[in-house]
T-cell receptor, first 113, second 113 residues
Framework: EAQVTQNPRYLITVTGKKLTVTCSQNMNHEYMSWYRQDPGLGLRQIYYSMNVEVTDKGDVPEGYKVSRKEKRNFPLILESPSPNQTSLYFC????????????FGPGTRLTVT | GESVGLHLPTLSVQEGDNSIINCAYSNSASDYFIWYKQESGKGPQFIIDIRSNMDKRQGQRVTVLLNKTVKHLSLQIAATQPGDSAVYFCAEGGAGNNRKLIWGLGTSLAVNP
């Protein structure tokens, strides 16, 4: 089954404790992206990757890091999480670019206290 | 399910009626438009897209209309069903080298049985 998986689905952590949210797709897609979703603000792009070893900042990259060492994986790293990073996070992938049909993961609910 | 948006515009329809969800876009250079559906507790899911060289495109029970003169996009859902209850996002894109998507804030559709 074609899918995007994210782990963990739920995470409660404390300020400053480094964490990684994993994202993996099994569709051999070139493009991958991370979004955060907050009430009233819609979907905001954090980082994206057009291909392996190629990553770029989205609209809200501050406080986040990503890497794309393999085509299928695109982890999101929070080196020192803060409460304002409490949000719902989605990973997505598509075969070419953001205007190709994007497949979204199920989401990761992160709470930073 | 998880709340993905507070204070969203809400459209309430009776089961079996037709629904029309509207979206104003901002960039006259955008050449691609897309609708996503997000059910409670899930990631967004592609519904239908349209290129700027078209003014109408039909899918299964859905139709997207594009009016470039007034920069307006609409999604029509025929014979709305309870399973159509969700938040609907429009997005515009294609301008620029990375073909970035600009997302709307979403409209909540509630289907009354």
């Amino acid at each position: 089954e074609a899918q995007v998986t994210q782990n963990p689905r739920y995470l409660i952590t404390v300020t400053g404790k480094k964490l990684t949210v994993t994202c993996s797709q099994n569709m051999n897609h070139e493009y991958m992206s991370w979004y955060r979703q907050d009430p009233g603000l819609g979907l905001r792009q954090i980082y994206y990757s057009m291909n392996v070893e190629v990553t770029d900042k989205g609209d809200v990259p501050e406080g986040y890091k990503v890497s794309r060492k393999e085509k299928r994986n695109f982890p999101l790293i929070l080196e020192s999480p803060s409460p304002n990073q409490t949000s719902l996070y989605f990973c997505a992938s598509s075969w070419a670019d953001p205007t190709s049909k994007q497949y979204f993961g199920p989401g990761t609910r992160l709470t930073v206290t | 399910g998880e709340s993905v948006g507070l204070h969203l515009p809400t459209l309430s329809v009776q089961e079996g009626d037709n629904s029309i969800i509207n979206c104003a876009y901002s960039n006259s250079a955008s050449d691609y438009f897309i609708w996503y559906k997000q059910e409670s507790g899930k990631g967004p899911q592609f519904i239908i897209d349209i290129r700027s060289n078209m003014d109408k495109r039909q899918g299964q029970r859905v139709t997207v209309l594009l009016n470039k003169t007034v920069k307006h996009l609409s999604l029509q859902i025929a014979a709305t069903q309870p399973g159509d209850s969700a938040v609907y996002f429009c997005a515009e894109g294609g301008a620029g080298n990375n073909r970035k998507l600009i997302w709307g804030l979403g409209t909540s559709l509630a289907v009354n049985p």
